[in-house]
């Protein structure tokens, strides 16, 4: 699966480096955050980079909710349970969690559907800044502070209806924001489609940090600047 150039495997652990876990946000999912750039001193490893690997080694379930509870930092081992219990926790090996992964349902392990599903829940993912979420934030006149912005992926859970689909593909049907004090719990409501026929749906969650009143000015330069990163990138 094309998974492989974005992560090793040592016995039962999955490592994955700073470059390739740059390489899968920019590359795959259109995800200039900084806090994926190899020199990040908050470096972490994309969420979906994780879900996607667990999707391949696991299958695809009608039912899944995904969490994370830490961030993944540059060549840590992470252990992979070596069958999917009903819930799939993801730790190092010092046993401190990360992800936790819960699933139900018929569970396909087709692997033109995992990758074909792997790649439009990312690059939908990585749509959500700025294309979904700054059009939100000004909605409610509310931002991230831009001179430490902390947009964090909390968790993301979605049904099928079925498994016999042909080509998944995302739309959004909703984005919410609510805000308590500095905090913000932003979720994003899609529908996966196989053609023009919904065939599930599902929601992603994020938390906005450091909210302050917005700034049209100030959030014009953000994205200018995502755009700017986003054009010059070139794949090594």
Do not use: W
């Amino acid at each position: 699966m094309f998974l492989d150039e974005f992560h090793t495997v040592s016995d039962d652990k999955i490592i994955i480096s700073a470059e390739q876990a740059s390489r899968f946000a920019k590359e795959v999912a259109g995800d200039f955050n900084p806090i994926h750039d190899p020199d990040a001193k908050r470096f972490c490893v994309p969420g979906d980079l994780l879900f996607a690997i667990t999707l391949s080694k696991y299958g695809l379930s009608q039912n899944m909710a995904v969490s994370f509870s830490g961030m993944v930092g540059r060549d840590l081992p992470i252990v992979m349970p070596t069958k999917a219990d009903e819930a799939i926790e993801l730790k190092d090996e010092n046993g401190k969690l990360y992800t936790t992964i819960e699933h139900s349902g018929d569970v396909s392990h087709n692997e033109s559907l995992i990758s074909a599903f792997i790649r439009n829940y990312v690059e939908f993912s990585g749509q959500n800044f700025p294309f979904i979420l700054v059009p939100l934030l000004d909605k409610h006149q509310v931002m991230f502070n831009p001179k430490r912005p902390l947009v964090i992926y909390e968790s993301m859970s979605f049904n099928l209806d079925t498994l016999d689909i042909a080509q998944p593909n995302l739309e959004l049907v909703d984005s919410t924001l609510e805000v308590n004090g500095k905090r913000g719990d932003v979720h994003f409501i899609f529908a996966i489609k196989d053609g023009d026929k919904v065939v599930g749906k599902g929601d992603k969650k994020l938390i906005v940090s450091g909210i302050q009143p917005f700034d049209k000015v100030v959030m014009d330069e953000v994205v200018t600047n995502f755009n700017e990163l986003k054009a010059a990138y070139r794949p090594a």
